[in-house]
């Protein structure tokens, strides 16, 4: 831009940047930061910590048998799930044939 003397809207189509005014914040953050402040940075919210679980050995009877029910119901919810898309395929190819 400075070096070649192109306006933000010059620039902003040269380099197929959708908005001139992305070339202008570019500009100003350039100008306060350097280089350091065109570096991308992560957006958004920080993921969340994973809880760390216990080694089986470790859990106590109840921890292990609230595990198993956890696990089951993801299970029994996976199939469900299954069941209806089976169902929904079914419907949907023997729908098709009667028209």
């Known amino acids: 831009?400075?070096?070649n003397r192109l306006s933000?809207?010059?620039t902003a189509v040269k380099y197929r940047i959708s908005s001139p005014g992305m070339?202008?914040?570019w500009r100003s953050t350039y100008d306060r930061e350097g280089t350091a402040g065109l570096?991308?940075?992560p957006k958004g919210r920080?993921?969340?910590a994973r809880r760390k679980k216990k080694e089986f050995e470790e859990m106590t009877e109840v921890e292990k048998l609230?595990?198993?029910i956890e696990y089951l119901e993801m299970e029994n919810a996976a199939l469900k799930k299954l069941k209806?898309?089976?169902q929904e395929e079914n419907a949907r190819r023997t729908g098709s044939r009667h028209k």
Do not use: G, Q
């Open 1 to 3: 831009m400075a070096t």
């Open 8 to 10: 933000n809207r010059e």
């Open 23 to 25: 070339i202008s914040r």
């Open 39 to 41: 570096v991308a940075r």
């Open 46 to 48: 920080a993921p969340m």
């Open 66 to 68: 609230k595990e198993r």
């Open 84 to 86: 209806a898309l089976v």
